[in-house]
């Protein structure tokens, strides 16, 4: 953000999106995706906004997917009728949550354990109703999918013939692309991702399942779509921000992450040294795989925010720290999904100037 921007009269630390770079980042992954064919559902845990998720139903998105059942409900409130939830719901007082909600919007999830998907069918049985999933597909991280192929066919004919489901396709998340450490290594992630999605589909398919959804697609991937022929929808989140996880491996440049933090300099306890307004309960704690500290100084790339506490961060160059005490800067956080739950509402600027300020209505909202 430049010089002249209003951001410089901010109370710190606060948390500021440029809208212009939000609308273009929104509407390029939109394009390029319908380009091939490829709906895009992206993932509103990254802001938790609905007036962001709105921005992305308006430029053409098929809906929103949520991680969980409290921003699912926030985004209904917001006027969002398509929401996919990309988590188990498990226990009967979310069953219960999950089918008041299904009753309200447009609903669907993922099954990836026999238990889980028993209790799902007995509640929208109960009811006389079918409930929309997804089998989940463990994408490397070993967080809860089932494995591709046989395992995940032997998982289907588990669940295939309970009566309050409907199996409609898969949900694959290649969380292991954010191991990358340059273009060539997400490519080849990237196809990895489609052909383990896309020859599970298949062999499901021969085996009388319908496959009319393959749900795939990280900030990453969803960045290559022409190397994801065959998959149906992505759900990228953090594109709409980017952030120093994106920086790393050249895919978005400074002018492209539009989320940034605002810090004013408090302390100068040497000539190398500055200490920060901003710490953990307002920038993450989160490191990246491939950069050292906690975000990129846009006035000194060179700078390393080294150290955080809750309420300091600890910012070092060698040869000494031209900062002096009382100027402010801003800071690309390593990771953008993070910095929005950490603030009751961020400041949307344009041109240089406020536009307005923005809810992050589901701050929290985790359950």
């Avoid at 089918?99 to 028993?118: D, H, P, W, Y």
């Avoid at 991702?193 to 990280?218: C, I, P």
């Avoid at 759900?235 to 790393?248: A, E, T, W």
């Amino acid at each position: 953000m430049k010089d002249q921007d209003g951001w410089k009269d901010l109370p710190t630390p606060a948390v500021v999106v440029d809208l212009d770079i939000v609308e273009r980042n929104i509407k390029t992954m939109a394009e390029q995706a319908a380009t091939y064919g490829i709906r895009h559902r992206p993932h509103i845990k990254t802001h938790r906004s609905g007036y962001l998720a709105n921005l992305q139903i308006q430029a053409g998105c098929c809906g929103v997917t949520a991680a969980k059942l409290g921003e699912a409900q926030v985004m209904a409130d917001c006027g969002i009728q398509d929401i996919f939830i990309a988590y188990p719901i498990i226990g009967q007082d979310k069953l219960q949550w999950l089918f008041e909600l299904s009753q309200r919007v447009k609903v669907s999830g993922i099954i990836n354990s026999v238990e889980g998907a028993k209790a799902l069918s007995r509640r929208f049985e109960q009811a006389g109703k079918r409930f929309t999933v997804l089998i989940e597909i463990d994408g490397g991280l070993n967080r809860g999918g089932v494995k591709p192929m046989e395992h995940a066919l032997f998982f289907g004919n588990q669940v295939k013939d309970l009566p309050g489901l409907d199996i409609r396709g898969l949900m694959y998340y290649g969380g292991l692309i954010y191991n990358s450490r340059d273009k060539t290594e997400v490519e080849a992630y990237c196809k990895r991702e489609r052909d383990q999605l896309v020859e599970t589909a298949e062999l499901l398919r021969a085996h009388g399942f319908t496959m009319e959804v393959l749900s795939a697609g990280s900030s990453f991937s969803g960045k290559y779509p022409w190397l994801l022929e065959g998959i149906t929808e992505i759900r990228s989140g953090h594109y709409i921000f980017n952030d120093c996880g994106q920086l790393d491996v050249g895919l978005a440049q400074p002018e492209d992450c539009a989320l940034r933090v605002v810090t004013t300099v408090v302390a100068k306890p040497d000539e190398e040294t500055v200490i920060c307004d901003v710490g953990t309960k307002s920038l993450t704690s989160d490191m990246c795989h491939h950069r050292k500290g906690y975000g990129y100084i846009d006035q000194y790339p060179d700078m390393e925010v080294y150290a955080l506490n809750e309420e300091h961060a600890f910012v070092r160059q060698a040869g000494g720290n031209p900062l002096r005490i009382g100027e402010k800067i801003t800071i690309v956080p390593n990771h953008a999904c993070v910095v929005t739950n950490l603030a009751r509402k961020v400041y949307g600027f344009r041109g240089g100037r406020l536009e307005r300020m923005i809810p992050i209505d589901a701050r929290g909202r985790s359950e």
